[in-house]
């Protein structure tokens, strides 16, 4: 069956700009996640959905980061202000309880 | 919350030779640990994972070992090959829900 998808695949912005990152999970798959991935760096959790429970933020850096989902399906994640600390991979992830996530293949963010 | 380190975080084999990743973890609860392969330019992977009922686990040259007492477990991969060279996660429960990754560890074989 279909992955995870995300798009755009890259995204070069002006510092300043707002974004959005669009993930969409396997189907069926109850939890989504966000992570960045800056340049040679670990895997930095954002922000989790799981059903229609309260969404756990507790990753987001700052308040110009936001991220909602539909129901199971389509999430998207805002960037508003963009600043060049911005800059990295954007990763999401779906699983269909806590255990194995599956990948997509990440937006590349660039803020000039 | 759950703490994960990982080491070493830069390794480099000679092709055919072995390779070990260690992570220890915080949560004596933790029950689940998976450990993910990330190519240049991919995205990561699992490649294999051990519950907390058992000390060992086998995939062909991928073996996982947990040591619960001490919480910590690692990752033997043998026979390396060059397909082998990546970033390797490991990672652990932080509550019902989430898991925790490790900084990564860039493992090189070379030929």
């Known amino acids: 069956g279909a992955g995870v998808s995300q798009s755009p695949s890259n995204k070069v912005t002006e510092k300043g700009k707002d974004v959005e990152l669009r993930c969409d999970p396997i189907?069926?798959?109850?939890?989504l996640y966000w992570y960045r991935q800056r340049l040679g760096q670990g895997l930095e959790f954002l922000i989790y959905?799981?059903?229609?429970?309260?969404?756990?933020k507790s990753g987001l850096p700052s308040d110009r980061f936001s991220a909602e989902r539909t129901g199971e399906s389509v999430s998207t994640l805002t960037i508003q202000r963009t600043q060049q600390e911005d800059s990295a991979v954007y990763l999401c992830?779906?699983?269909?309880?806590?255990?194995?996530?599956?990948f997509g293949p990440g937006t590349r963010l660039t803020v000039l | 919350g759950e703490n994960v380190e990982q080491h070493p975080s830069t390794l480099s084999v000679q092709e055919g030779d072995s390779a070990v990743i260690k992570c220890t973890y915080s949560?004596?609860?933790?029950?689940?640990f998976p450990w993910y392969k990330q190519e240049l330019g991919k995205r990561p992977q699992l490649i294999i994972d051990?519950?907390?009922?058992?000390g060992e686990k086998k995939d062909q040259r991928i073996a996982v070992t947990l040591n619960k007492t001490a919480k910590h477990f690692s990752l033997h991969i043998t026979e390396t090959q060059p397909e082998d060279s990546a970033v390797y996660f490991c990672?652990?429960?932080?509550?019902?829900?989430?898991?925790?990754f490790g900084q990564g560890t860039r493992l090189t074989i070379n030929p």
């Open positions: 051990i519950r907390s009922n058992v």
């Open positions: 189907s069926g798959h109850t939890a």
């Open positions: 992830a779906s699983s269909l309880n806590r255990d194995e996530q599956y």
């Open positions: 990672a652990a429960p932080s509550g019902a829900q989430k898991l925790v």
């Open positions: 959905f799981q059903g229609n429970s309260a969404p756990d």
């Open positions: 949560d004596s609860a933790s029950n689940y």
